[in-house]
C-alpha cells in the first residue's frame, strides 16, 4: 500500500509526554507532546517539535524553562483534558484533575504519578516556516533527571518496562491509539557497535553507578 507522504507520522510509534510549564504571571499549564526527541547519546540535549500557537511555547519563551513529564498507561485519560484549547490563564493542573510535584530546578511543576521527569532549562528555538506554516523545534537541557525508584534498576540502569508502561500512540485517518511497549528479551551492549567491542561512552555511566551503591 502507498501512502500519503504526510502520514510518516502514524508509522513511527510514538511517546507520548506532558509538558509542565509555568506562564510569567504564574500560571501552570500542561499539553501533550509526541514530538520529542532525545539528540544523540553522550548530550543532555532533548528537542521538541511545537506548532507555533500554543501556550506551551509562549511559556518556553518567556520563562525558558519546561519540565517533561513520562506517563504511563494509566494516564492516558489525562491526554484529551491536557490537550483542549482553553484560555491562557486557566491552571491544566486543576482541570485535568493532576497534583503537582515540585521540581529541583526549575520553576515549572512536575506532574505526580508518571514515571520520570525531565527538568529542562532552553537551549534554543529553531524557528521557520514550512509551506507557509511556521513551526519550531524548541531543544531543552536537562538539568535535572529523575525516575521513579519503583521502576528502576540502579545497578544497570535498566528499567522496567511492565512496571512503567510507557504511555506510546500510533495514528490512523481518524486520530490517536494508545499503546504501550513490550520488552522482547533480546539485549546488545553498545560496544558491540564497534571493532573492539568496547563502548567509547562507557565512562559516562560509571559515575552513576558509584553514586547509587
Ligand atoms: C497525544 C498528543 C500529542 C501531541 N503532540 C504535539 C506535538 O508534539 N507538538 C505540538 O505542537 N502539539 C502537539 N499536540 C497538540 C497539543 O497538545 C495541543 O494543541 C494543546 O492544546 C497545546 O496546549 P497549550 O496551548 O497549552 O500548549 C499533541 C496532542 C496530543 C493529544
Known amino acids: 500500500m502507498i501512502l500519503e507522504n504526510f502520514k510518516r507520522e502514524s508509522l ?5 509526554s506532558f ?18 526527541m532525545s539528540i544523540l547519546r553522550p548530550f543532555d ?28 498507561t494509566d494516564m492516558a485519560d489525562k491526554v484529551i483534558p491536557t490537550a483542549m484549547h482553553v484560555p491562557f490563564n486557566i491552571n491544566e493542573f486543576k482541570l485535568a484533575d493532576l497534583k503537582e510535584r515540585p521540581s529541583q530546578k526549575v520553576k515549572a511543576p512536575g506532574i505526580e504519578g508518571c514515571y520520570a ?28 533527571l529523575e525516575i521513579d525508584d519503583n521502576v528502576y534498576n540502579p545497578e544497570d540502569g535498566s528499567w522496567d518496562l511492565k512496571k512503567a508502561k510507557p504511555l506510546m500512540m500510533t495514528g490512523s485517518n481518524d486520530g490517536m491509539h494508545f499503546c504501550t511497549v513490550n520488552d522482547i528479551d533480546k539485549f ?16 559516562m555511566y560509571e559515575k552513576e553507578v558509584k553514586t547509587c551503591k
Open 117 to 144: 521527569w525531565m527538568e529542562c532549562k532552553l537551549h534554543n528555538i529553531y524557528e521557520e516556516d514550512y509551506n507557509g506554516i511556521p513551526y519550531l523545534l524548541i531543544m531543552g537541557k536537562v538539568v535535572h
Open 19 to 36: 509538558i509542565s510549564t509555568v506562564s510569567k504571571n504564574g500560571i501552570n499549564n500542561i499539553a501533550p507532546y509526541s514530538c520529542v
Open 188 to 203: 546488545e551492549p553498545y560496544g558491540a557497535m564497534f571493532e573492539d567491542g568496547k563502548d567509547p561512552l562507557s565512562w
Open 12 to 16: 513511527i510509534p510514538l511517546p507520548v
Open 45 to 72: 540535549l532533548i528537542c521538541v517539535a511545537s506548532a507555533k500557537m500554543r501556550d506551551t511555547f509562549v511559556n518556553i519563551k518567556e520563562t525558558e524553562e519546561f519540565v517533561i513529564n513520562m506517563p504511563g
